[in-house]
């Protein structure tokens, strides 16, 4: 296994100082507590504490689209194969992973450009889903079906018990299959 260089080393321990005390209470000096470093070690990577939450979302995404692209192994080569790679990643549940990204979803609503990694990422996502040939209108409806459900997972908000859940997923995948081989329910 690799070592971890030293901007890893200070990302973790920011994502534990964010898991324990939320992004709100997160501070350069507890972290460089946490990480062992001295502040000015880690101000030579991060020199603000928006630069390392910036930093923790990219790592978020880096891991989400990991994350998919082992999923995409699994599945064949098909129009739909990355919209339903990402619909599964999105669904993996990883408490740790989902109470640092609650806090700083809080967070951004102080410091909005706190999210641009992550709207990058969203950007990237419509030009994959404009590439893949499929109707746009209908696969973007599945990808936002998708993402709301992750948005009520992650807020802990969902109804849905785990079978519901699952059919729902299911269902989004179904939806993609048949968009891929041209066919629609309300044609049926």
Same mark, same amino acid.
Request: with cysteine.
């Given at each position: 296994?690799?070592?971890?260089?030293?901007?890893?080393?200070?990302?973790?321990? /920011?994502? @534990?100082?964010?898991?324990?005390?939320? %992004?709100?209470?997160? #501070?350069?000096?507890?972290?460089? +507590?946490? $990480?062992?470093?001295?502040?000015?070690?880690?101000?030579?990577?991060?020199?603000?504490?928006?630069?390392?939450?910036?930093?923790?979302?990219?790592?978020?995404?880096?891991?989400?689209?990991?994350?998919?692209?082992?999923?995409?192994?699994?599945?064949?080569?098909?129009? /739909?194969? @990355?919209?339903?790679?990402?619909?599964? %990643?999105?669904?993996? #549940?990883?408490?740790?992973?989902? +109470?640092? $990204?609650?806090?700083?979803?809080?967070?951004?609503?102080?410091?909005?450009?706190?999210?641009?990694?992550?709207?990058?990422?969203?950007?990237?996502?419509?030009?994959?889903?404009?590439?893949?040939?499929?109707?746009?209108?209908?696969?973007?409806?599945?990808?936002?079906?998708?993402?709301?459900?992750?948005?009520?997972?992650?807020?802990?908000?969902?109804?849905?018990?785990?079978?519901?859940?699952?059919?729902?997923?299911?269902?989004?995948?179904?939806?993609?299959?048949?968009?891929?081989?041209?066919?629609?329910?309300?044609?049926?």
């Amino acid at each position: 296994m690799p070592k971890k260089n030293s901007k890893d080393h200070i990302l973790d321990a /920011a994502e @534990a100082v964010v898991v324990e005390l939320g %992004a709100g209470h997160m #501070s350069i000096d507890l972290v460089a +507590r946490k $990480a062992g470093v001295s502040k000015g070690g880690l101000m030579y990577h991060f020199p603000t504490k928006e630069s390392l939450l910036i930093a923790m979302i990219s790592r978020l995404v880096t891991v989400f689209h990991h994350n998919k692209a082992e999923k995409m192994t699994l599945l064949k080569d098909t129009p /739909a194969r @990355a919209l339903k790679a990402a619909i599964l %990643a999105c669904m993996e #549940s990883d408490e740790k992973r989902d +109470r640092m $990204a609650r806090s700083i979803l809080a967070a951004s609503a102080h410091n909005p450009e706190l999210l641009g990694p992550f709207k990058e990422a969203q950007r990237e996502h419509i030009r994959e889903l404009t590439a893949s040939g499929l109707d746009f209108e209908r696969a973007a409806i599945v990808s936002l079906a998708s993402d709301g459900l992750m948005l009520l997972e992650l807020l802990q908000t969902a109804p849905y018990t785990k079978t519901q859940k699952k059919k729902i997923i299911q269902t989004m995948i179904l939806m993609l299959e048949e968009l891929e081989s041209g066919k629609d329910r309300n044609d049926q």
